[in-house]
């Protein structure tokens, strides 16, 4: 009898704590392609496991020596810990600038 009640407290610890999705198990639920030609493009993406992103870029400078993509977005996803972090960013001739409340700033 102790075995069986033992057992069952265990099963109802295990399942009150997080459901956290395997990511070998993750699928995508919803995306978005907008706009890809010569000046750019328009991407939105979400995951069944919690992660989601969505970018746009911009040829900058076209047609000239310096010619670029600048890009701009933001993705999130479900930490270890439970919590959902957002990271947006920019990415230009400057390089990747990310921000995000968990991301430590660089002193200036």
Request: glycine content about 10%; proline content about 3%; overall charge negative.
């Amino acid at each position: 009898m102790k075995f069986i009640f033992a057992f069952a407290a265990l099963v109802a610890v295990a399942l009150a704590g997080p459901q956290y999705k395997e990511e070998k198990d993750a699928y995508v639920v919803r995306q978005e392609v907008d706009n890809i030609g010569v000046d750019g493009y328009k991407q939105t993406y979400e995951t069944s496991n919690g992660i989601s992103a969505s970018e746009q870029g911009q040829v900058i400078n076209a047609g000239q020596e310096n010619e670029s993509i600048a890009v701009k977005g933001e993705y999130k996803y479900v930490g270890d810990d439970g919590q959902t972090y957002t990271v947006t960013y920019v990415a230009d001739e400057n390089g990747f600038q990310p921000q995000g409340a968990h991301i430590p700033q660089a002193e200036h």
